[in-house]
């Protein structure tokens, strides 16, 4: 019989798609906790027909847990993580909280699974594995296999991020907003300090010295370490944009060796977890919405990069779901790894 698992965070929208993933893949677990904070303990909710008690997230919430999937903040995360782990459970954190973390592996499944090659139940301890950042995930199933091929020396990101990644309120205020505006209502600001609907704006992350973000500096980080590669050179420009729970991005990627926009395409079409969406002719490439409660992160628009010399720059055009994808499917498939 298979795994005891924690969820942390049920009530979360990625705490929620953890369930449907779970449900969706028929994970096999033999018994499944649901924990979150004090407030909503004592909620009762049906899964897979049968009904579960949320209980407070405590330190012996842990105990005979074989594997616990955070996404409840950071804070959290740090404060409960390392319990988990003492008392022999293997957590997948969706938080940013360790992925720098030099003894934590920062895994996507199709891209290096082998960082978590020394991790597997039934080792007799806990262990962490961080799930990288969302946007990062989205970026990577797509350039990666390129990278593998032709070695991406320099790699150029705009991201077009959905209301999911700030969370289900966020999600809630952009449907809010929108029917304001539309009645012509001054719009509710309360997750983001300005205006969403009809508009975009610099991803609310805070900005550092450096003048990036947190979130740009997050793609940048966990690139290098997922690919091991301190030298890969990186920058991105990261925008929270009116769209409800996928992620889109604009990919410029420059080579060591060269890669023809065809091979490229081949490779794409032979990727895991990847869907080329590429139709010149009728103009149709990836979006958000088709994307979206999928699995697979789709990629169009691809095209030399003219601005390069003979094949060494090519440019690309992502969506992923945020919350699926980029959050709780990559965390689960983390997990199949383990049995
Ligand atoms: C965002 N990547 O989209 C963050 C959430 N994890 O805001």
New binding site residues.
Partial sequence: NGPSVAVVGVTGAVGQEFLSVLSDRNFPYRSIKMLASKRSAGRRFTFEEKEHVIEELTPESFDGVDIALFSAGGSISREFGPIAVERGTIVVDNSSAFRMDENVPLVIPEVNPEAMDHIKLGMGKGALIANP???TIICLVAATPLHRRAKVLRMVVSTY??A???GAAAMEELELQTREVLEGRSPTCKIFNQQYAFNLFS???SVLSNGYNE?EM?MVKETRKIWNDKDVKITATCI?VPVMRA?AESVNLQFEKPLDEDTARDILKNAPGVVVIDDRASNHFPTPLEVSNKDDVAVGRIRRDLSQDGNLGLDIFVCGD?VRK??ALNAIQIAEMLL
């Fill in positions: 950042n969302c946007s991020q959905a999911s990644g700030a991803h609310n992350a979130e997050k929270r992620h945020q980029g959050a």
